[in-house]
């Protein structure tokens, strides 16, 4: 099963935040996490469905005070992702790259491909239960760690923005998970789509 086909699929369950320490599938998301000297804050998660099965749940951190239309701005942010089913490295590479040229211009893209190939070269192939968590820290870049273990940090601003901008960002992978992620019920127009 293709992974870009099951992130667009129809069918996942929504928790709006901000919440206390979040059980999906009976897999924890902590209530808050520590990024460089900032304390995050759960935000909102959701938990995807394909045809039925469980595919990944997935949270989103970042300070109680940001507003949610600033969470692309340069501010400490961390997205969770549980996967439940096994996805190869290559769809969960695709997925990303894609993700982040559908919501960036062509010379933002062609400024941080190296970047974004770095960030892909962390990936593993996933397992179900895997954890893979990408943070966000002002100063010291993007940092992805896979079940607890950091593979390692890109400096700058411009990769951390657009990653989180796969989820959050003007054309998210799935606007109902967008407002999930960010604390919102849908609205009667998203739903609608």
């Known amino acids: 099963m293709k992974y870009k086909t099951c992130l667009v699929a129809i069918g996942f369950l929504i928790f709006v935040g901000p919440a206390n320490a979040l059980t999906i599938a009976k897999s924890e998301f902590q209530d808050s996490y520590r ?21 990944v749940a997935v949270a989103l951190y ?13 501010v400490p942010k ?18 990303t790259t894609k993700g982040i040229k559908i919501n960036v211009s062509d010379a933002e893209f062609k400024k ?28 010291e870049g993007t940092t992805v760690s896979v079940n607890g273990t950091k593979k390692g940090t890109i400096p700058g601003e411009d990769l951390g923005r657009a990653f989180f901008a796969i989820w959050v960002g003007k054309r998210p992978v ?20």
Not at 175 to 193: F, I, N, V, Y
Request: no cysteine.
């Open 174 to 193: 799935d606007k109902w998970m967008k407002a999930s992620l960010l604390g919102q019920s849908p609205s009667a127009d998203e739903k609608s789509r």
């Open 78 to 95: 961390s997205l969770e992702v549980i996967y439940f089913q096994p996805i190869p490295n290559t769809e969960l590479r695709n997925a």
């Open 35 to 55: 990024a460089g000297e900032a304390d995050l804050t759960l935000r909102g998660a959701a938990l995807k469905r394909f045809l039925m099965m469980r595919i």
């Open 112 to 139: 941080i491909k190296e970047s974004i190939n770095q960030l892909n070269s962390y990936y593993p192939n996933v397992k179900p239960m895997d954890r893979i968590r990408v943070t966000y820290v002002p100063g």
């Open 62 to 74: 970042f300070d109680p005070d940001v507003k949610r239309e600033d969470v692309l701005t340069s």
